[in-house]
C-alpha cells in the first residue's frame, strides 16, 4: 500500500502521462495504477466522451456499501449493442471494480451494483460497444467515512 | 453460509425487458485487512456472477475487491420463453454455488 503514496517524480510521471491521455483520449485519468486498468481494458483504443452515465450518490457517508449504477445508450439490437462495461476507481487499494459482460438479450445496457470506496475519488466507467468503439463517462464521489481501513 | 437472494417477475410477456436483481451472502474479504493479531486476512471474493436463461449465458460480471460484501447485481434481459434461470456466483478458488428460478412467459 506504500506504493499507493505518490512521491514527487511519480506525481510528475502521472500528471505528464494524465496530460497525454488528455489530449489523446479526451479523458484525464489521475493515478498510473487506473490509467494501466483502463489501458488493459481497452487495448489502447480511443475513448470518447459520452453514452455510459455512472448512477451514484455525489455524497457517500459509508464507502463500505456505495449504490452504484452504469447505463449506456444503445438499443442493444444485434447490430448495435453494448458488449462490455467497466468500472475503474481512481484511490481504492485495487483500480478495478467490475467488468459487465452484456449481449443484445440484454434488452438494455443497464447495470446496477454496490461498491466499496475508499475515499473521496473519482470513478471511471468505460463502455465497448459491438462495433469496438469505446465511451466512458467520469464522476466525483465525496467519501466520508472510508472502507477498506476498519480492522 | 452462503445464501442467495434471487428478486425477478415469475411472469412477463415474450418481449418484455425484465430486472433481474441477486444479493449473494458472501464476505468478499478485500485481503487489505488484518486481523487482532495483526495478520493479513487472505482474500476471499466472489469473482463470477453468471446469469443462464434458457441455457444461454445472458449476462455475466467480473468482480474485484471494490465490490461490497453481501455483492447485489441488477441488470436486465429479454423474455423471450418460459424456463429456468440459473444465477452462479464463482469465488477465486473455483468454488461456485447456483440458485434456479423459474420464469413464466406468455405471448
Known amino acids: 500500500m506504500t506504493s499507493r503514496h505518490p512521491d514527487r517524480r511519480n506525481v510528475i510521471v502521472s500528471l ?28 489502447g483504443g480511443l475513448i470518447q466522451t ?11 457517508e459509508n464507502g463500505n456499501s456505495v449504490s452504484c449504477g452504469v447505463g449506456v445508450d444503445s438499443p442493444m439490437t444485434a447490430a448495435n449493442f453494448v458488449r462490455r462495461i ?15 459482460h452484456l ?21 471511471v466507467a468505460i463502455a465497448e460497444m459491438n462495433d469496438g ?11 466520508t467515512i472510508a472502507a477498506c481501513l476498519e480492522e | 453460509m452462503a445464501t442467495a437472494l434471487l428478486y425477478m417477475p415469475k411472469t ?31 482474500r476471499d471474493i466472489i469473482t463470477t456472477f453468471t446469469c443462464r436463461y434458457e441455457g444461454v449465458e445472458v449476462f455475466r460480471a467480473d468482480f474485484h475487491a471494490a465490490i461490497a460484501a453481501n455483492p447485489f447485481i441488477s441488470f436486465t434481459t429479454v423474455a423471450t420463453s418460459s424456463g429456468q434461470v440459473i444465477f452462479t456466483w464463482t469465488d477465486g478458488a473455483g468454488k461456485s454455488w447456483s440458485e434456479t428460478a423459474q420464469l413464466s412467459v406468455s405471448a
Request: hydrophobic residues 45%; glycine residues 6%; proline residues 5%.
Open chain 2, 12 to 42: 412477463a410477456r415474450r418481449g418484455e425487458v425484465i430486472t433481474l436483481k441477486a444479493v449473494f451472502s458472501h464476505p468478499m474479504e478485500t485481503g487489505y485487512r488484518r486481523d487482532v493479531a495483526g495478520k493479513p486476512i487472505l
Open chain 1, 16 to 43: 505528464a502521462t494524465g496530460a497525454v491521455l488528455a489530449m489523446t483520449s479526451g479523458i484525464r485519468a489521475e493515478t498510473a495504477d487506473m490509467e494501466a486498468a483502463i489501458r488493459s481494458f481497452t487495448k
Open chain 1, 133 to 143: 468503439s469505446l465511451w466512458s463517462d467520469r464522476i466525483e464521489v465525496i467519501v
Open chain 1, 50 to 60: 459520452g453514452k455510459v452515465k455512472i448512477d451514484i450518490s455525489p455524497l457517500v
Open chain 1, 86 to 100: 467497466a468500472l475503474f476507481n481512481e484511490k481504492n487499494p485495487q483500480p478495478d471494480i467490475a467488468v459487465f
Open chain 1, 103 to 123: 449481449n443484445p438479450r440484454c434488452g438494455e445496457a443497464r447495470v446496477d451494483t454496490r461498491i466499496r470506496l475508499a475515499t473521496t475519488q473519482h470513478l
